[in-house]
């Protein structure tokens, strides 16, 4: 049986998913959710997942929400190395992960809402909201930036979801104006995995399509 993930191509968190998927050569079927049109909180939906967000997956009867917990249950599955090669190192993965989820990923979300808040809706971005998310997001990325000035990868010397979790803010960087290339290893780091992991780049051009598509349609 086919495993379905649910989501929007324009989504970061969908993103983590996808190229974790081709990374591991996890076949996928794409149901496309339109969430700029509502249809994550559509009864139907709402079934898969209370909360109306997205990805959700289901192979079979397991269903399973978000990004994090899909790509541990699909790297599982597969025996993956992305989990980590070592007892220590799949520990490793898991603090980066949780780490990622709390300190990292949650003010770019922040940042990210306020931009579409405001592009989308005309909202006037909350100055404080703004405010927090950065000084937070600087915080974070110091550490960030120092644990990777003497190493290419977040936990030991290959890819992780680690590095995926905590690459998924670079998704919008743009255009929230989180201060990423402020941090010269934090930074490299990106490029690095943008040259050399080919999922993490085709992902990418996804988003960029996706958010262009639905620029041109509301300007």
């Given at each position: 049986m086919t495993i379905k993930i649910y989501g929007d191509p324009g989504s970061g968190s969908l993103r983590r998913v996808t190229t974790a998927a081709a990374i591991m050569?996890?076949?996928?079927?794409?149901?496309?959710?339109?969430?700029?049109?509502?249809?994550?909180?559509?009864?139907?939906?709402?079934?898969?997942?209370?909360?109306?967000?997205?990805?959700?997956?289901?192979?079979?009867?397991?269903?399973?929400?978000?990004?994090?917990?899909?790509?541990?249950?699909?790297?599982?599955?597969?025996h993956s190395s992305l989990l980590g090669r070592t007892a220590s190192e799949k520990l490793e993965v898991l603090q980066w992960m949780f780490w990622a989820g709390e300190q990292w990923r949650i003010f770019s979300t922040l940042l990210f809402n306020e931009w579409a808040d405001a592009t989308f809706m005309g909202k006037p971005k909350t100055d404080d909201i703004v405010q927090l998310a950065m000084a937070n997001i600087s915080n974070a990325a110091k550490v960030l930036d120092y644990h990777l000035s003497t190493r290419k990868f977040i936990v030991g010397d290959a890819l992780t979801l680690a590095d995926i979790d905590i690459a998924a803010p670079f998704s919008q960087y743009k255009r929230t104006g989180a201060p990423f290339e402020e941090f010269p290893n934090l930074f490299a780091w990106h490029q690095r995995l943008l040259e050399t992991v080919p999922a993490w780049a085709a992902t990418r051009d996804e988003v960029e399509n996706r958010i262009a598509g639905v620029l041109n349609t509301t300007s």
């Open positions: 050569g996890v076949t996928i079927e794409r149901i496309n959710i339109d969430l700029f049109k509502g249809e994550s909180h559509t009864p139907d939906f709402l079934k898969l997942n209370p909360h109306g967000l997205t990805p959700v997956l289901q192979d079979g009867d397991t269903l399973i929400w978000e990004a994090s917990a899909i790509n541990l249950y699909l790297a599982g599955k597969m």
